[in-house]
């Protein structure tokens, strides 16, 4: 079992519209959440933190937390050309508290 | 710029060499970390340094890999004879809290490419 699934895309969705993003983690310690998004040949850029058990929103982004079912989603309302790219889940490893352990990330296609 | 840097962006080097691959946290930050990001793979943890020491380098390759964040000067990741199989991009980030503080949140450079010939 990979210790971040997430897939692989790409997901496409029209502008305007609702893209949800989605990933599963097998470290039950981990107690932060992190989405980063990177634009192909460019780095990392984060977007979302979240550590509570529930929904957090911030501007377009919605980050939700299901610990119990090692759950976290990324939603993005009114979905813009510019935020086609790839969705990187990252949980804090939980037995060192320092390391992000990255999934592979989703792919987000906009389509205006 | 008040962002992470790293230079240099891209390095190009012929197997055998030493390649040496910098970064400048962000100002105020004090905990740097070093990911690879091979082709076509995920990122992945290699080493995490506070000023000085070497906290977590559970990641990084036993031999020809080291790693450095000295208490002046930008934190180095040295990779000696280099193979084709290192050609990768090397992403430093930096946190102010590091360790086990419940929200780590950690801002990327712009990474370094580097090819092996």
């Known amino acids: 079992q990979k210790e971040v699934e997430q897939n692989s895309g790409p997901l496409s969705v029209p502008e305007g519209a609702i893209a949800s993003l989605n990933c599963t983690y097998s470290?039950?310690?981990?107690?932060?959440f992190f989405w980063y998004r990177q634009y192909s040949g460019k780095s990392p850029e984060l977007i979302m933190s979240?550590?509570?058990?529930g929904d957090k929103e911030d501007g377009r982004f919605t980050a939700q937390l299901n610990k119990a079912s090692q759950y976290v989603s990324l939603l993005i309302r009114d979905s813009q050309p510019s935020d086609s790219a790839t969705y990187l889940c990252?949980?804090?490893?939980?037995?060192?508290?320092?390391?992000?352990?990255f999934g592979k990330g989703t792919s987000l296609l906009v389509t205006p | 710029n008040a962002g992470v840097m790293q230079n240099p962006r891209h390095l190009v080097r012929r197997r055998g060499q030493e390649a040496r691959l910098r970064c400048s946290p962000m100002?105020?930050?004090?905990?740097v970390y070093w990911y690879r990001q091979l082709p076509e793979e995920g990122l992945k943890f290699m080493v995490y340094?506070?000023?000085?020491?070497?906290?977590?380098e559970s990641g990084m390759p036993k031999e020809r890999f080291s790693a450095e964040f000295p208490k002046e000067g930008p934190s180095i990741l040295r990779i000696q004879q280099v193979v084709r199989g290192d050609s990768a991009a090397y992403f430093c980030?930096?946190?102010?809290?590091?360790?086990?503080?419940?929200?780590?949140?950690?801002?990327f450079g712009p990474g370094t490419r580097l090819t092996v010939l």
């Open positions: 470290d039950r310690v981990s107690q932060s």
């Open positions: 990252a949980p804090l490893r939980g037995n060192s508290g320092y390391a992000l352990n």
């Open positions: 979240i550590y509570s058990n």
């Open positions: 980030a930096s946190s102010h809290n590091g360790g086990r503080a419940s929200l780590n949140e950690q801002f």
């Open positions: 340094l506070q000023k000085e020491n070497i906290i977590d």
């Open positions: 100002k105020g930050h004090s905990h």
